[in-house]
């Protein structure tokens, strides 16, 4: 039985007339659980995380049908108490019944049909953070694969397989386990076939190659994987049985594993960069009459107004998207068709990048702050200053990785000095964001200077911000 139930301890009600919840309690979180879940560790993006959610929900329940699906149609029962031996297969047998159908037939149970993702987002808004923290919760066997390094067969890099053999190596070489986990396939859209997506960049020539690889193993098919001990007997378990076969042909330091993927869902994901200029085209609106401007002519305006755009709304080419344009951007349509369900990510805007440092468990100032606090050091930030971090991080681009490098390059000196020497507390404002004068230390007696300068920076930005400041500076 695959575990999907939430691993996080969440305070819910008890089920009653009153409650709002049913009576029985669902061994599968809802998607709404899911989301909730995925709020903690992600900032933005709800309508992505609606959609992976109700995806990964309707995939296990999906598994667990047609897994009782398979039981209802095996045509003997046992019967045997428990605890006791029964080691014969033949027929009839005193404790094996035969089982009939029952004078009104229940309706039969439809097999349901796999439904892989597609994550379009750019770089540093969460995509690979998304797919992570649904395997934590969900607690299933979850690897993670570049899609740059696989080629075709017969040329140098990685065959598609090894993204199972990533799947099982973290499923502990349980093959049983692996078939109902999640793979994750990043920089897919550098398999697109070349000259297509008007970026003009440059791929391997095995790209549309491996989509033709990747199709049978999306659909579902037996994969064979070959796993090599190491010299110090590391890797799988000599005795594993699930999924083994041919011990006589293999050599003693080799085990060979069948994964069937049937049941294991693709996520793939990549940042596609053109494929807005596709929407573009597709659905910006053309001009009828002589001097009319071309329907291409568009395409490198982000202020393009498509049909049936709200007033004042600014169009998402992102959420626009539709297999015909991934087609166009240079995926073949078998491949396309194999991703019924496309999600994309906006870009984090500076709200956003300001909770990421803040706000979600294992925020980037969490985590200087308790890698200072080991040196014995206290450091803070003035709410300014994480405004003006943000700000940074929004110009240079990058999403919430390029967080981590302004980080890292603002504290670099602090990080150097503070270690082993007499200072007691470090602050960073907004004149040290900027480069204008460097962190500022105090040692051990020098606490109340420090509150004082923290607090002081922190009280003049609440007053500027406040509605009666504002209320009074316009003249009202």
Not at 209 to 223: A, I, P, T, Y
Not at 245 to 272: C, H, K, W, Y
Not at 354 to 380: C, H, M, N, P, W
Request: hydrophobic residues 35%.
């Amino acid at each position: 039985m695959v575990r999907t139930q939430a691993a996080f301890q969440k305070e819910v009600p008890e089920p009653g007339p009153n409650s709002g919840l049913p009576d029985w309690n669902p061994s599968l979180a809802s998607p709404r659980q899911l989301v909730d879940y995925l709020h903690e560790y992600v900032v933005g993006q709800p309508r992505a995380k609606k959609i992976l959610s109700v995806a990964v929900y309707n995939h296990y329940n999906r598994i667990r049908a047609n897994l009782g699906y398979s039981l209802e149609h095996e045509p003997w029962m046992e019967t045997t108490p428990n605890n006791v031996a029964n080691d014969s297969i033949l027929l009839p047998h005193p404790t094996r019944r035969r089982t009939y159908p029952t004078t009104l037939p229940r309706p039969p149970t439809p097999l349901f049909e796999k439904s892989n993702v597609l994550v379009i987002g750019p770089t540093g808004s969460g995509k690979t953070l998304l797919a992570r923290t649904l395997a934590r919760v969900l607690d299933v066997p979850f690897s993670v694969s570049d899609a740059t390094s696989f080629t075709q067969a017969g040329y140098v890099g990685d065959d598609v397989e090894m993204c199972v053999h990533r799947l099982l190596q973290s499923a502990n070489w349980d093959p049983h386990r692996a078939a109902t986990g999640i793979i994750y396939i990043d920089e897919v859209d550098k398999l697109a076939r070349r000259g297509a997506g008007g970026d003009g960049m440059q791929r391997d020539i095995g790209g549309e190659g491996v989509q033709q690889s990747l199709l049978r193993m999306m659909e579902g098919s037996v994969v064979t994987i070959n796993a090599n001990k190491g010299a110090d007997g590391t890797g799988p378990p000599s005795n594993s049985e699930g999924g083994r076969r041919g011990r006589n042909n293999m050599t003693p330091n080799q085990e060979t594993f069948q994964v069937d993927t049937s049941n294991i869902l693709f996520i793939l994901s990549g940042a596609f960069v053109g494929l807005d200029h596709v929407v573009k085209r597709r659905i910006a609106k053309g001009s009828i009459g002589f001097g009319a401007a071309p329907i291409n002519g568009p395409a490198d305006n982000d202020n393009f107004v498509p049909f049936f755009t709200k007033n004042g709304e600014k169009a998402d080419p992102w959420s626009l998207v539709e297999p015909t344009d991934l087609v166009t951007y240079g995926f073949i349509p078998e491949f396309v068709s194999r991703l019924p369900v496309i999600s994309s990510l906006k870009a984090l805007t500076i709200p956003d990048l300001l909770r990421i440092l803040t706000e979600v468990k294992g925020s980037l100032v969490s985590q200087y702050t308790a890698l200072f606090g080991y040196s014995g050091v206290d450091i803070r930030f003035t709410t300014p200053a994480l405004r003006e971090i943000a700000k940074l991080a929004k110009e240079r681009g990058g999403g919430a990785r390029g967080l981590r490098g302004i980080m890292e390059g603002l504290l670099l000196d602090a990080m150097y000095e503070a270690p082993g020497s007499g200072i007691r507390y470090v602050l960073i404002n907004e004149k040290v964001v900027k480069g204008e004068i460097p962190a500022l230390y105090w040692s051990r007696g020098d606490g109340s200077a420090f509150w004082n300068e923290f607090y002081a920076e922190d009280n003049m930005d609440h007053e500027k911000s406040s509605p009666s400041n504002e209320g009074h500076s316009s003249g009202i």
